[in-house]
């Protein structure tokens, strides 16, 4: 068989389910964290925080659990808790109905952290529901309540109906994204990429049109500059990626396909469209259908592909105005600011 056209193979890539609702989710975490760590005040957060915070709540829970319901190891969840608890989120303490364990729970600053992003949450649902309109997010918060449920990602209790309606979109998203990323790696590298892992998916997702810059992927993922180029190094090494100069910026590199990058893009495209027909077959062709549609009018609608992996949009104008702000300071973003507004400005 013979490779699609390169032109109608990006389209396929950019414009599939699999793409439209992890953008849309990182989107919402990533507006989310802005809000609270610019409105409300708390600081270092990272977005792979969530799932935990989410996980532990009010009540708390034993890391073993967190491990089991991420699916990962109980090391790897244990690294990200001590970098929660040493943000002052979480603390540690003794299990009451087992003497051996030990409880994650949430600290004061932990419950304000609750508290504010369940406000947030509800904000952006606001946005959504203007975008798509009330009765199109319903319908796709029940969908996507049923993937969550039937794939073991959201408890839910059976005939609990209204769940779809008190769950906001940022709260069940997230998870089914991370779900749908290891499970379309898994299904790649069944099609012969053994050497993908799932850290490389920061870097590839975002790697548009336009191609994709090393800083503004790691100001939306909230992980350093070094840890991206790190993962662009080995993605280079596999002969998947390659590195071109910046048309805008002589400093700074833009991230490219190679044509074995293609071809895995390719083979992506595949499990994706295996992915769709697996969650078909778990909630219906025509609601899935529905949920589709509606993601992908959200996608654009927020202008995530030239916005969040590009330059233009309010996303993107965001993400530029954080790197501005922390390197200028306060006083030299708010003169910045001045030079732009005022009609003489050169």
């Given at each position: ?155 839910l209790?059976?005939g ?12 069940l ?86 044509p ?10 595949a ?9 078909a ?49 306060e ?16």
């Amino acid at each position: 068989m013979l490779p699609e056209p390169t032109d109608t193979l990006q389209q396929r890539y950019r414009d599939n389910f699999a793409r439209h609702l992890l953008g849309v989710a990182l989107y919402l975490q990533a507006e989310i964290m802005r809000s609270m760590t610019q409105r409300h005040g708390h600081s270092g957060l990272r977005i792979n925080f969530e799932p935990y915070i989410t996980i532990i709540g009010r009540s708390g829970a034993r890391l073993s659990d967190i491990a089991q319901l991420l699916d990962i190891s109980r090391q790897a969840a244990n690294q990200t808790a001590n970098q929660i608890e040493s943000a002052g989120y979480i603390k540690r303490q003794a299990d009451l109905f087992d003497g051996r364990a030990k409880l994650l729970v949430p600290t004061a600053r932990g419950l304000s952290l609750l508290d504010d992003g369940t406000r947030e949450a509800q904000r952006m649902q606001k946005q959504v529901e203007k975008i798509v309109g009330a009765e199109t997010l319903a319908d796709s918060s029940r969908t996507l309540a049923r993937l969550n449920s039937k794939l073991g990602l959201l408890a839910l209790q059976p005939g609990d109906s209204d769940a779809a309606t008190r769950v906001p979109l940022a709260g069940l998203l997230p998870r089914l994204g991370d779900y749908v990323t290891k499970r379309l790696m898994h299904m790649t590298i069944a099609r012969g990429h053994p050497a993908l892992k799932p850290s490389y998916g920061q870097v590839l997702i975002a790697i548009g049109p336009a191609g994709g810059r090393i800083q503004q992927i790691a100001d939306i993922h909230g992980v350093s500059k070094q840890a991206i180029s790190a993962i662009a190094t080995e993605l280079e090494e596999l002969d998947y990626i390659k590195r071109s100069p910046d048309p805008q910026d002589a400093r700074q590199v833009v991230l490219h396909f190679t044509p074995a990058g293609l071809g895995l893009i390719e083979d992506s495209v595949a499990s994706v469209d295996d992915l769709c027909r697996e969650f078909a077959a778990i909630v219906g062709a025509r609601p899935l259908t529905r949920l589709a549609n509606a993601l992908r009018i959200l996608y654009r609608a927020l202008h995530l592909e030239e916005g969040i992996f590009g330059n233009t949009s309010p996303a993107g104008i965001r993400v530029l105005a954080g790197q501005l702000k922390a390197q200028l300071g306060e006083e030299g973003a708010r003169l910045l600011g001045q030079l732009l507004l005022s009609p003489s400005a050169t």
